[in-house]
């Protein structure tokens, strides 16, 4: 199986700071299209998991633009502008090229 | 509004079956590949099983071949999950989303113990 490996695992963070998590894959994933097959996911406490980036740099809708998606290869990032509290949560990365589909460990912010 | 609905969770010994249900609204079903993703505290998130739009072919993470089969009915906008000789490892909150990610259902609890 592809591992997707995270880092940190935990976060805490200042509002209105900076935050950023890193996640490595085992494997490539690009597609035969040339798509990147990487997602990222926030989970707050109590809820499901929500999508908040597609291949790698893509903004759902209604996802905050302080957010935002990177890299290439086997190497991907998680941006955060600046804190808010609602961003408390656990935060996934995702690859769906490889069956089967894996998620990082999850990083945990918190705010300090 | 788009929705996934799960239910069918419960309590169940070991050996024992279960059958998962996620009813969709708000989307395409028809048109969609959708999934069974589980959650434990210990594990995290793992993907289960996938399932083609047409429903013709269904994919299954090793641990859980030939024990679970995942299926749905398009005329009815509905996903299953059929659990059969559940393990203690089984435990975990169940979640049918589609594929890519985009629309998850609120969970089902499935508690594996004697």
């Known amino acids: 199986d592809v591992v997707m490996t995270q880092s940190p695992l935990s976060l805490p963070v200042t509002l209105g700071q900076p935050a950023s998590i890193s996640c490595r894959s085992s494997?490539?994933?690009?597609?035969?299209?040339?798509?990147?097959?990487l997602n990222w996911f926030q989970q707050r406490p109590g809820q499901s998991p929500r999508r908040l980036i597609y291949?790698?740099?893509n903004r759902d809708s209604g996802v905050p633009d302080r957010f935002s998606g990177s890299g290439s290869g086997t190497d991907f990032t998680l941006k955060i502008s600046r804190v808010e509290a609602e961003d408390v949560g656990v935060y996934y990365c995702?690859?769906?090229?490889?069956?089967?589909?894996?998620f990082g460990q999850g990083t945990k912010l918190e705010i300090k | 509004e788009v929705q996934l609905v799960e239910s069918g969770g419960g309590l169940v010994q070991p050996g024992g079956s279960l059958r998962l249900s996620c009813a969709a609204s708000?989307?395409?079903?028809?048109?969609?590949?959708m999934s069974w993703i589980r959650q434990t505290p210990g594990e995290g998130l793992e993907w289960v099983a996938n399932?083609?739009?047409?429903?013709?072919?269904?994919y299954y993470v090793e641990s859980v071949k030939g024990r679970f089969t995942i299926s749905r009915d398009n005329a009815k906008n509905s996903l299953f999950l059929q659990m059969n000789s559940l393990r203690a490892e089984d435990t975990a909150v169940y979640y049918c989303?589609?594929?890519?990610?985009?629309?998850w259902g609120q969970g089902t609890t499935v508690t594996v113990s004697s």
């Open positions: 995702m690859q769906y090229i490889h069956w089967p589909h894996t």
């Open positions: 291949r790698v740099s």
């Open positions: 708000g989307f395409t079903f028809t048109n969609s590949w």
């Open positions: 989303a589609t594929t890519l990610g985009g629309v």
């Open positions: 494997q490539g994933l690009v597609d035969s299209d040339g798509t990147t097959r």
């Open positions: 399932i083609k739009p047409d429903g013709s072919e269904g």
